[in-house]
């Protein structure tokens, strides 16, 4: 399994150091009202406890998280105006794009997204063109130092589908609904590993970027999409 998306980690480890921290708050909270319209239970909703969970680490103040929550659990008109948009689309090289956005405003979002798309060599794709090639899935990584072959067997009793071994990590996949069982075990029993947990995309079908000016067009691309105020998520088939 390869192909995920990177951005995830990089966006939040910019914003720890950009100068525009508000507008990683305000990413972050919209995200975190999204996902507690699925209940307001961290242990129970997978997809909030991950974004209060990089709010935490990025310092976002208790009461603006707890805010978040309440929007997103019906008290108040803000949270109910957010609207979560998944955009696909085609990248230099031929790649694949999904683009996940959260905004109020639908029309004014694809409009600024079609238009920051034709500006970087890449173009929007119809609805079901390009997602189909992805899986939403569960990920965890840690350090590879950590593994061993009784923790693997521990591992896939518990409901790991496929677990990747890198030079110095170790990726372990589960079903978006299994994340935070698997978590949980590993923060119980290891306390001393150092893990990060997300729901991405992945690709089914990774694309092999080789040629180094197709490489720019894509990380000036992804930098650009990063950069918008509505985007959270940005995955692609590419691979370097």
């Not at 406890?49 to 108040?76: D, F, H, Q, T």
């Not at 979560?84 to 409009?111: F, H, S, V, W």
């Not at 350090?143 to 591992?155: H, R, S, V, Y």
């Not at 990380?219 to 370097?240: G, M, T, W």
Request: charged share 30%.
């Amino acid at each position: 399994m390869s192909g995920h998306s990177k951005w995830a980690k990089v966006k939040y480890q910019k914003a720890q150091k950009d100068p525009k921290r508000g507008q990683a708050f305000s990413k972050l909270s919209n995200l975190i009202t999204v996902a507690s319209r699925n209940g307001t239970d961290i242990e129970t909703n997978p997809k909030l406890r991950l974004a209060v969970e990089k709010a935490r680490e990025l310092g976002m103040p208790k009461e603006n998280i707890e805010r978040a929550i309440s929007r997103g659990s019906g008290n108040g008109t803000e949270g109910k105006q957010l609207e979560e948009l998944m955009c696909e689309a085609y990248g230099p090289g031929g790649t694949a794009i999904l683009i996940q956005a959260i905004t109020d405003n639908k029309n004014r979002t694809l409009a600024e997204l079609r238009h920051l798309l034709q500006n970087y060599d890449a173009k929007p794709a119809n609805s079901g063109s390009v997602s189909y090639l992805f899986k939403e899935t569960g990920r965890i990584t840690l350090p590879k130092n950590f593994w061993n072959d009784d923790l693997a067997l521990k591992i896939i009793e518990l409901g790991a589908e496929e677990i990747k071994e890198n030079k110095d990590t170790v990726e372990i996949y589960t079903s978006p609904n299994n994340l935070t069982k698997l978590k949980n075990f590993l923060e119980e029993n290891y306390p001393e590993i150092s893990l990060e947990a997300a729901i991405d995309f992945i690709s089914q079908q990774p694309v092999i970027i080789s040629k180094e000016d197709i490489k720019n067009k894509l990380e000036a691309l992804f930098n650009a999409l990063d950069e918008h105020p509505d985007v959270e998520e940005i995955y692609s088939n590419a691979e370097y």
